[in-house]
């Protein structure tokens, strides 16, 4: 495929894992769209080239997309809409050959989470939208990323003040990724698309999600190996016991009550666990890490970077 990168978030958590590693893993030029507003700066690399104006002009995204080939989104989830459609459109409009777009999250293909969490639709519904302009696409499924989570206290493990919830019922094991191997699997299959490789055939990847993984676990898992990495015992912390469909419930009235995100993840993080919602995707649908060459990491260190920050 000729023609180059181009990143639209490439300084967020997870675009700036991405043109690290591009920069590391590739010899092949980056271009990086920024806003106008953002007060990023980049790497001083001689293959960086960086476009930095305004979302709202087709004209300024166009020139940056024309002759470039491959376009991936990492913009941020406070990203309207409309700005993400208009990039999309605009990446049709010059030409663009493959868009790798928003998600980077859970399995919007399970039928049972899309149904009890209707923000998932709208990765559905964008990845119609990109068929419809006529580009190819290949989405990201990570589940929530490990790191990212451990520091948000999302998984419910707060390591600070060393409390944490664990839930009940029907639950099981779900994969998580870190950012560093999901940014390393974006780099290798963009990679693949614009010099592949002979037995990388660029149509398996034609309008699918790629699935990907560092670990497979159960919360219980996941909080021993905190205690491990925070070198504290079961005694140290504080562990209560919910029941994931209280959990789940209780994040659904908060999405109807003015909470809607922190209801919302709570019904995302709720649904990780529990049996049939997708979160263990690798038993349901395989991962392809291997056509990617991804690594095993080690989740004891990946958890102690994360908990030193
Ligand atoms: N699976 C997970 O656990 C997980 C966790 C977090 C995020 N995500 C998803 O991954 C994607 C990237 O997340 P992230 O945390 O890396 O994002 P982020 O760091 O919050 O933002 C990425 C970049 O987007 C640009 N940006 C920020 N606000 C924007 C706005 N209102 N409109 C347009 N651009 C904006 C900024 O780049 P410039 O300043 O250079 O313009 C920013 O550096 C999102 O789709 C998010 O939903 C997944």
């Not at 699997?185 to 699918?208: H, S, T």
């Not at 205690?227 to 959990?247: F, G, H, I, L, P």
Request: charged content about 20%; aromatic content about 10%.
């Amino acid at each position: 495929m000729s023609g180059g990168v181009v990143i639209i978030g490439g300084s967020g958590h997870l675009g700036s894992r991405i043109v690290q590693s591009w920069l590391s893993e590739t010899d092949m030029p980056i271009t990086i769209i920024t806003r106008a507003e953002s007060e990023a700066s980049f790497t001083n690399d001689a293959r960086i080239s960086v476009h930095k104006g305004d979302y709202t002009s087709v004209a300024f995204l166009k020139e940056a997309m024309t002759g470039q080939s491959v376009l991936v989104c990492a913009m941020g989830l406070t990203a309207a809409p409309e700005s993400v459609e208009l990039v999309y459109k605009t990446a049709a409009a010059a030409g663009m050959k493959w868009i790798i777009p928003q998600g980077w999250g859970n399995d919007w293909q399970n039928a049972q989470l899309a149904a009890r969490v209707p923000p998932m639709s709208a990765a559905k519904a964008s990845r119609s939208m990109i068929t419809e302009l006529g580009i190819p696409y290949t989405g990201f499924i990570t589940n929530p990323w490990l790191d990212w989570n451990i520091s948000s206290g999302l998984f419910s493990i707060d390591v600070a003040s060393r409390k944490a919830t664990l839930y009940t019922g029907a639950v099981t094991r779900f994969n998580t990724t870190t950012i560093a191997q999901v940014a390393l699997a974006v780099v290798r299959f963009v990679r693949q698309l614009l010099q592949p490789e002979p037995n990388f055939r660029i149509e398996d990847y034609r309008d699918r999600e790629v699935y990907i993984r560092s670990f497979l676990l159960t919360q219980k898992e996941l909080l021993e190996a905190v205690q491990q990495a925070t070198n504290t015992s079961a005694d140290d912390w504080k562990v209560e016991m919910q029941d994931v469909q209280v959990y789940i419930r209780d994040g659904e009235s908060l999405m109807g009550q003015g909470q809607f995100m922190r209801g919302l993840f709570q019904v995302l993080f709720g649904c990780l666990y529990s049996e049939g919602f997708g979160g263990d995707y690798e038993s349901d649908k395989g991962v392809d890490n291997a056509v990617l060459g991804l690594p095993q990491e080690d989740l004891d260190l990946e958890l102690g970077k994360a908990i030193k920050g």
